[in-house]
């Protein structure tokens, strides 16, 4: 059964870091494109960074430069490390897994989601 779990959301000051993890099981991470997604209230869930098996990703404007994403296979980890963090970087963030879906950064083409994890970053 494939199943994401992250961790690491929590509340920060304007400018402050966060890094942010996610531990998959049940499919194999040579084979599944990976990302993360966030969720503000009151807006759609918009792509943050993804990965895919071979290695390659793709930031969203909005967060390039600040955000970086990569993967340890051999823990089976997704993370996140977010810096200069700004009040609009506020939300639910996801992760999220399928099998081969390159880098997209459409939420629509990826099928496995963990339960997401809360970042607040106050100004």
């Known amino acids: 059964q494939t199943r994401l779990v992250e961790s690491g959301g929590d509340s920060v000051q304007a400018g402050g870091s966060l890094k942010l993890s996610c531990t998959g099981f049940?499919?194999?991470?040579?084979?599944?494109?990976m990302g993360w997604f966030r969720q503000a209230p009151g807006k759609e869930r918009e792509g943050v960074a993804t990965?895919?098996?071979?290695?390659?990703?793709r930031t969203s404007n909005s967060v390039k430069g600040r955000f970086t994403i990569s993967l340890d296979k051999d823990k089976r980890t997704l993370y996140l490390q977010m810096n200069s963090l700004k009040p609009e970087d506020t939300g639910i963030y996801y992760c999220t897994a399928d099998y081969g879906r390159g880098t997209s950064l459409l939420a629509d083409e990826y099928k496995y989601w963990g339960q997401g994890t809360q970042v607040t970053v106050s100004s």
């Open positions: 049940g499919f194999d991470f040579h084979l599944y494109a």
């Open positions: 990965i895919d098996n071979y290695g390659n990703f």
